[in-house]
């Protein structure tokens, strides 16, 4: 049943009369006497009040289509079989991310997906043995990704040469190009692929490859994890790929490896992390993490030993601390060729200063003691070289099928864009089908590929946007987005897993897979047929269609995972063939005074793939907590040299000075940030900004760093300069505020004083003020011990790494409105949940400890009693509640929030377009007045045009009220999916008791969506529930304790495990561990904690 | 004494113009108050829908239970108006031949559905589910009114938020055994006897009063 608002629907013809107070938009239209609405035309003066005066004599008589706002239910003609309107359904799918793929579980509601989730059937779970089922979370990409779907900027004709064609002359225009390629046996044909796992994308490349055996085959991925399939198949000369297992892993050593940010498979990484991590685990010894890298990432900031060294000196630090691991078992141990390498290795890591050596003892002898339970990781930056001694260092500590695996996974067989680019100049190319990327914005700046790609006769593209590729493209078709298409792919660990569509498409899109079938002139072009086909091939006993359903139903296919290649024997002279030739170039740039840039992929734009995605545009940057930006990033000291100055966030003083990068004969300008923990002399710049045609939100956002990377020094890069413009950028950053001024909001511990005081203390162990007795006995006590449920939550901060799933999730499933830059400027923006972040900080090394913030839901909550219509009141349960109609704006609440997680719509977010880029000559005042005309007329000059709302307006999640300006909303901690869950326990019970609702039932949308499993909800009035005991915990705290607001959720304090050899004395009484500060003259310095 | 003097030379124009303004004010809010209201302004709105389907015949004269067509109630929030092709499941024999039923088949054949307007609608802030309510002893015609005798529907009760409070308050007055939800023409012996049914049932099914704002308020 389709209930169709009225202001939905188009005026004029065939809508029913309104009656009074139906706003300025039906002015001059008239009641006919069966109800029916028409515009009379032209409409004089005289005409209008001769109309108006009849409508109100009609509406006064009360016809029944004049009495009131009428709407209309519309139910199905025909009703889809099992369907029922009010019920969502759940559809497994999973999110295809370049080789891999996150596995999922999507809500469906009226046929369309509103929500994703984590599949946790899906076997490739954590589990050390205990009882505790593992589980899975997703990551904020993949939260993000449905807002994608109804991203009215997509692709949604097919054009050629930029006019629009219809379905069927783009499809017969395929068919002749594959029928002519057919006959030239693929001669001049190319394709530029994206890197995908999908079997059926192989099977249908390999029936390419027949039929058009002269064809070529490219594979552009500008950011492009395929390093670590090729070292480990290189090294080990065997077609395998790394996989690995963090919650065997005791001691994990990482060499530019962001694998719990921006590396493949962080969800799964993260959860094995989290197991390795947790304190709470019994007979379980917490991992121990060191970090080796040049900018500060997610996975550094988490580290418990973070060396800091510029990326010139990551070869040779990772040489070193081979070296270091054949001296500390005996280069005997490696093997036979170990002697080659061994002196290739001595002669290059001669000159490293001792501090580097100190450390990297210190390190291995961690690592040697924990020997299978150590793993060695390398970073997608990184040359062959770096990972093929991490995976050698993996042989030889002996964790191979413990905290790695090496699998089988086919080679690559398609070549890079650079030969593409060949090809193209040579004038080879008569015809290239580009299937999905966008090569003209992130291929590399050196191959100049608009100009390029032009020269090939014709190009076929589908592209998810007509984006900066489309101009240079002849036929554009449209692409499905995966929540739309059939298809399949494959996880980590080599599990086949569907990728099943939740909605028709909505544009027409097709997928890579039909566009193949047809090039290919196969009789099977419909891709849920191409995925079955595919599925036959490997399912080869039992029943197929039992076997089908079952795969679509579970989101994979049972005992697919790829086999472990088992013991894996590394070639020592390769390695040795390899550091002889190595150039650790860029230069180190000690005393020359030239820059190394470090050219990373963004943490929320990825590549730039998102650009559109108002989501994760305004997620803020874990680290620099910067919105709607990136930045070119620099160390303290060259933050010093350059003479710059940060602003204090202070209102109105948020600009910083923009700055030009110089390299690779290139430059760029961006707003510079000084990022303590960034080594010295490197720059780091973020990719997948500064995009031109991504749409309404992400044209003109940032700089784009494309620009100055060449393919020969694609991630790092030497020889720069950087000098500062007279220019300034305001920057939006929602949390300026680095410092917890004192106030002992987030509490940690080393682990060995951890284990120490557990052990003797009953209670929490948690030091520091106590919340005193009240004066007054508070009412809801009574309530809390009748009611069958008192709400709670605890957050463990060991486990949180600060990814910003739950902030992506909390606002996909609660409607979150986006506010756009100038409204983040001014503090507003609207995250229910957001995460905290504080430096322990010192000169250049950095310490970040995170804590998500929520609604603590008070028990004695400030804002409750201080509300003039009593909008916000408790419940019964626990929660803080808010009843958005009856808020009138006062904005005490937010006032009184000692923790300032109220939000407040200043204005209406949901149907006002995004400010900043884009809308110009606006002030304050101007804005207030645009909106309250628009609040007027229904249809102002800057809201959202109507194509972009009725997308939105799929994606919200009917169970949550959608809130307008004036209302001030806050985290509830899910209460439609604590009510359904009881409504639902309730409607099936049979007897008194059967209604309560069991631990672990639901959870809410934060702690699903969790990849570390840190935040834990439920009945804490249950002394067995997960909460009651994580409340338990000796660790146990609450957030300004002495403000005795008595909240429900709890926070565990983080235990950090650093390695005591590695403190020094002095620090271990301060239980803050070491620093690890190795300046580039050699020097250890001692650091300086503010 | 002074404020003798002062009320006397206050102008009596002035003294009656505010009367007047007084009066008026409590005219306004005394009518915004009734006519503006659920109670007034829902209360017997009976508008005219485009198929003349009426429950009297089918729900009242053939006793056709309230969940054959309905039937999303017991496990939705939401009590489903049906798709027309349900209609078919007789009146593809019974009075096939009917203009009225020839127009039903025919918009299922095109594909079109039928626009039926809408008589019991919350606003969007209220989230009122009708499965726990059938499930644990609240009947259809609490709500609904007499919807067997109605040829067209009338919205029976005001269902404004005094309404719905009224009743969670004292479930007991308007809980009815649960194989009577269903039953339009149920009538409990008298007050006192539906109290004790209400009360056998809330002791039956743990009942508790939910008044708090998220209870009907998300």
């Given at each position: 049943m389709k209930v169709v608002p009225e202001e939905s629907l188009p005026t004029g013809d065939g809508m029913p009369c309104s009656g009074l107070g139906h706003g300025l938009g039906h002015v001059g239209g008239v009641c006919s006497s069966d109800g029916q609405y028409e515009t009379p035309d032209p409409v004089t003066r005289r005409e209008f009040m001769r109309v108006m005066s009849a409508s109100l004599l009609l509406g006064g008589i009360g016809l029944s289509g004049c009495r009131r706002p009428v709407e209309k239910a519309v139910p199905f003609s025909r009703l889809p079989e099992g369907y029922l309107h009010g019920v969502p359904e759940y559809f497994a799918t999973s999110m295809p991310f370049r080789e891999t793929a996150i596995p999922l579980l999507v809500k469906s509601y009226e046929g369309r997906p509103i929500k994703i989730e984590a599949n946790v059937e899906h076997p490739d779970k954590p589990s050390n043995g205990d009882d505790e089922a593992g589980r899975i979370g997703t990551t904020h990409h993949a939260q993000a990704a449905i807002l994608s779907l109804y991203d009215p900027d997509r692709a949604t004709r097919f054009t050629y040469k930029g006019v629009a064609v219809s379905r069927e002359e783009a499809m017969s225009m395929l068919k002749q190009t594959g029928v002519k390629f057919a006959g030239l046996n693929g001669k001049g044909l190319s394709f530029l692929l994206e890197r995908s796992g999908s079997p059926s994308r192989a099977r249908l490349l390999r029936i390419a490859r027949e039929r058009f055996p002269e064809a070529r085959f490219f594979v552009h991925e500008p950011v492009d994890f395929d390093v670590h399939r090729k070292a480990a198949t290189l090294l080990f000369g065997v077609p395998v790929r790394p996989v690995y297992r963090l919650e065997h892993a005791r001691r994990i050593l990482s060499i530019d490896c962001d694998f719990l940010g921006m590396e493949e498979d962080a969800h799964r990484m993260i959860a094995g992390f989290a197991r390795g991590r947790n304190p709470r685990l019994p007979r379980h010894t917490m991992n121990r993490v060191y970090m080796v890298e040049s900018l500060f990432t997610l996975t550094g900031a988490n580290a418990d030993h973070r060396l800091s060294i510029p990326p010139s000196r990551i070869v040779l630090m990772t040489m070193l601390l081979f070296g270091e691991l054949g001296r500390q078992i005996g280069w005997a141990r490696l093997g036979s060729e170990s002697a080659g390498l061994e002196s290739a290795l001595m002669g290059r890591i001669a000159g490293l200063p001792d501090a580097l050596r100190g450390w990297a003892t210190a390190c291995v002898e961690d690592l040697v003691e924990a020997g299978s339970g150590a793993v060695v990781l390398a970073g997608h930056r990184q040359p062959v070289l770096v990972h093929m001694l991490a995976h050698t260092m993996n042989v030889v500590l002996g964790s191979i099928d413990h905290a790695v695996k090496y699998i089988e996974w086919p080679e690559s067989e398609e070549s890079p864009i650079t030969e593409l680019a060949a090809e193209l100049n040579r004038g080879g190319v008569d015809t290239l089908v580009i299937l999905g990327g966008n090569p003209v914005y992130s291929a590399p700046a050196d191959l100049d590929w608009a100009r390029t790609q032009r020269k090939a006769g014709t190009v076929i593209r589908l592209g998810e946007y007509e984006d900066e590729t489309f101009p240079v493209c002849d036929l554009h078709l449209p692409r499905a987005h995966f929540l739309e298409s059939w298809g399949d792919g494959v996880t980590g660990d080599g599990t086949v897993v569907p990728v099943q569509p939740l909605i028709a498409p909505l544009f027409g899109g097709l997928t890579e897979l039909e566009v193949l079938a047809r090039l290919c002139g196969?009789?099977?072009?419909?891709p849920y047929d191409i995925v079955r086909d595919t599925l036959r091939g490997i399912v080869t006993e039992g029943d197929f269609e039992a076997r089908w359903h079952k795969f679509l139903r579970d989101g994979y296919l049972e005992d697919s995972s790829s086999k472990s290649a088992g013991s894996v024997k590394p070639d020592l002279r390769r390695i040795a063939e390899a550091v002889r030739s190595v150039n650790p170039a860029p230069e180190h740039s000690e005393g020359r005074g030239t820059y190394e840039v470090v050219i990373a992929p963004d943490y929320r734009l990825d590549d730039g793939r998102h650009a559109n995605n108002g989501w994760l545009q305004e997620l803020p940057d874990p680290i620099t907590k910067i919105t709607w930006d990136n930045v070119i990033v620099v160390g303290p000291r060259t933050a010093a040299q350059l003479n710059l100055r940060m602003p204090s966030?202070?209102?109105?003083?948020?600009s910083v000075p923009v700055v030009r990068v110089d390299v690779n004969g290139r430059s760029i300008d961006g707003p510079v940030w000084v990022l303590p923990g960034v080594a010295e002399n490197t720059i780091g710049l973020s990719l997948g900004y500064g995009r031109s045609a991504a749409g309404r939100v992400g044209n003109g956002v940032g700089y784009n760093a494309y620009s100055v990377r060449v393919s020969k020094a694609l991630f790092i890069a030497g020889g720069a300069a950087i000098a500062k413009t007279d220019r300034m950028h305001s920057v939006a950053c929602t949390q300026w505020q680095s410092s917890s001024e004192g106030r002992a909001v987030v509490r940690e511990a080393a682990h060995e004083e951890y284990l120490a005081k557990a052990k003797l203390?009953?209670?929490?162990?948690v030091g520091g003020s106590q919340a005193k007795g009240a004066l007054y006995q508070n009412p809801l006590d009574r309530l809390a011990e009748t009611a069958s449920y008192q709400w709670g939550m605890a957050i463990d901060l060991s486990l949180c790494v600060g990814c910003g799933a739950c902030i992506v999730a909390c606002q996909s499933e609660n409607n979150v409105p986006v506010v756009g830059k100038a409204e983040v400027l001014r503090r507003r923006e609207m995250h229910w949940m957001r995460v905290d972040r504080y430096y322990v900080e010192s000169l250049e090394a950095a310490r970040v400890v995170w804590q998500p913030m929520l609604c603590q839901h008070c028990e004695a909550a400030p804002c409750e009693s201080v509300c003039p219509v009593n909008a916000t009141s408790h419940n019964d349960e626990g929660l803080n509640v808010m009843a958005y109609n009856r808020c009138v704006g006062t904005r005490y609440c937010s006032n009184n929030c000692p923790f300032k997680v109220r939000r407040f719509n200043y204005f209406d977010y949901h149907r006002r377009a995004l400010s900043g880029p884009g809308i110009k000559g606006q002030n304050s005042s101007s804005i207030a007045r645009t909106d309250f005309l628009r609040w007027l007329t229904r249809m102002g000059p800057e809201a959202r045009p109507k194509s972009e709302l009725d997308m939105l307006r799929l994606l919200?999640?009917?169970?949550?009220t959608v809130r307008m300006r004036g209302v001030m909303e806050k985290c509830t901690f899910c209460v439609q999916r604590i009510e359904q869950a009881k409504t639902a326990g309730k409607t099936r019970a049979v007897s008194a008791g059967g209604a309560t609702v069991p631990d672990g039932a639901f959870q809410t949308a934060c702690q699903q969506a969790c990849p570390a499993g840190a935040i834990v909800f439920g009945n804490i009035k249950t002394p067995r529930s997960r909460v009651s005991e994580a409340m338990a915990d000796p660790r146990a705290y609450r957030v300004l304790e002495h403000l005795n607001l008595r909240q429900r959720v709890a926070y565990l304090a983080r235990i950090t495990n650093p390695n005591p050899r590695m403190l020094d004395k002095s620090s271990a009484e301060t239980n803050t561990p070491m620093l690890d500060v190795i300046r580039s003259d050699g020097n250890h310095e001692q650091p300086q904690l503010r | 004494m002074a404020c003798v003097r002062v009320m006397r030379e206050v102008s009596r124009c002035v003294m009656a113009a505010v009367a007047v303004a007084f009066a008026l004010c409590v005219a306004v809010v005394v009518g915004c108050w009734y006519y503006l209201t659920p109670e007034y302004s829902r209360v017997g709105y009976t508008p005219q829908q485009s198929v003349s389907y009426s429950h009297k015949v089918h729900a009242g004269e053939l006793g056709i239970d309230c969940r054959y067509c309905h039937f999303g109630v017991e496990q939705s929030p939401y009590a489903n108006i049906p798709d027309a092709l349900l209609c078919m499941n007789c009146h593809n024999q019974v009075l096939s031949d009917d203009a009225r039923i020839v127009a039903l088949k025919e918009a299922i054949e095109s594909g079109n559905s039928i626009e039926w307007t809408r008589v019991h609608r919350n606003p969007d802030y209220v989230f009122f589910n009708h499965a726990v309510h059938v499930n644990r002893g609240v009947g259809c015609v609490e709500c609904h009114g007499k919807v067997n005798q109605m040829d067209s529907v009338t919205h029976?009760?005001?269902?404004s938020m005094g309404s719905c409070l009224a009743c969670h308050r004292n479930p007991e007055r308007s809980l009815r055994p649960l194989e009577r939800v269903y039953d339009p023409d149920w009538q409990p012996a008298g007050p006192a006897e539906q109290v004790v049914v209400g009360q056998r049932l809330i002791r039956e099914l743990g009942i508790r009063k939910s008044v708090y704002c998220s209870t009907c308020h998300r």
């Open positions: 196969l009789a099977t072009t419909n966030g202070a209102m109105g003083d948020y203390a009953k209670g929490s162990i919200m999640n009917p169970d949550v | 029976a009760r005001s269902l």
